[in-house]
């Protein structure tokens, strides 16, 4: 497998912002301020309807330590860090901006604090391996769509399987998180075998998960 590029590396962390500002010595605009400078941030809140948390402040296009930060998000309850490089770099970027805040800013944020945390991870990969062959009643279905589809077609056009997915069912448990898929690139011809996939944990589980899936389909 090769990796290719990384869309989107999202980190999501549960935490109040009532918990990082506990004392109230923190003030909302002078930390807005210090973020743009401290991230160079592109675009960042320009007028106070902006600044409303329970919908999301959003900073686009920064930079931390070397890493590109896509966008960064404060909500009420929550913190967003989007990066093309992994999650584990936006992990990285959301630690040691909060830990940067209490030395500087005033937070009372320590190491540890965030206890709940969602991830997405976005991968473009290419392979050897075809990640989406199919059981042979699959296979059959190809073929007997593509003999079929010819007819209505009036030419011969292979159908193959173009995305794959799981989830869980959402009506027993209404927690919010991608699924995990796979699906060929679009704009790539399928002899390629360019995928792009989605799950939701760190990029590294992700890639792993790949790499495992490649192992066992080069079995058959």
């Known amino acids: 497998m090769q990796l290719v590029s990384v869309p989107l590396a999202r980190v999501l962390a549960y935490i109040?912002?009532?918990e990082l500002n506990a004392q109230g010595k923190a003030f909302f605009p002078e930390i807005i301020g210090s973020l743009i400078e401290?991230?160079?941030f592109q675009k960042y809140?320009?007028?106070?309807?902006?600044?409303n948390e329970d919908k999301g402040v959003n900073f686009f296009e920064g930079r931390w330590k070397g890493?590109?930060?896509n966008k960064l998000t404060i909500f009420t309850g929550a913190l967003i860090v989007d990066t093309s490089t992994s999650t584990e770099a936006s992990e990285q970027v959301l630690e040691e901006a909060l830990?940067?805040?209490a030395q500087e800013l005033g937070l009372?944020?320590?190491s540890g604090m965030i206890k709940r945390k969602q991830?997405?991870?976005?991968?473009?990969i290419n392979s050897d391996i075809d990640l989406l062959a199919v059981h042979p009643a699959f296979?059959?279905?190809?073929?007997?769509?593509?003999?079929?589809?010819e007819q209505y077609l009036w030419q011969r056009r292979p159908y193959e399987l173009t995305h794959f997915g799981l989830d869980f069912d959402h009506t027993l448990n209404p927690l919010i998180a991608a699924p995990f898929s796979i699906q060929r690139r679009g704009n790539a011809l399928f002899s390629e075998k360019k995928y792009f996939s989605e799950a939701p944990m760190p990029t590294k589980v992700h890639i792993g998960l790949i790499e495992k899936l490649e192992a066992d389909l080069g079995k058959g």
């Open 38 to 40: 401290r991230f160079q």
């Open 108 to 110: 009372t944020y320590k």
């Open 67 to 69: 890493i590109n930060v």
């Open 45 to 51: 809140p320009k007028n106070f309807e902006e600044t």
């Open 139 to 149: 296979a059959n279905l190809q073929k007997a769509v593509t003999d079929v589809g």
């Open 119 to 124: 991830y997405i991870s976005d991968i473009v």
């Open 16 to 18: 109040e912002g009532a």
């Open 99 to 101: 830990t940067w805040g």
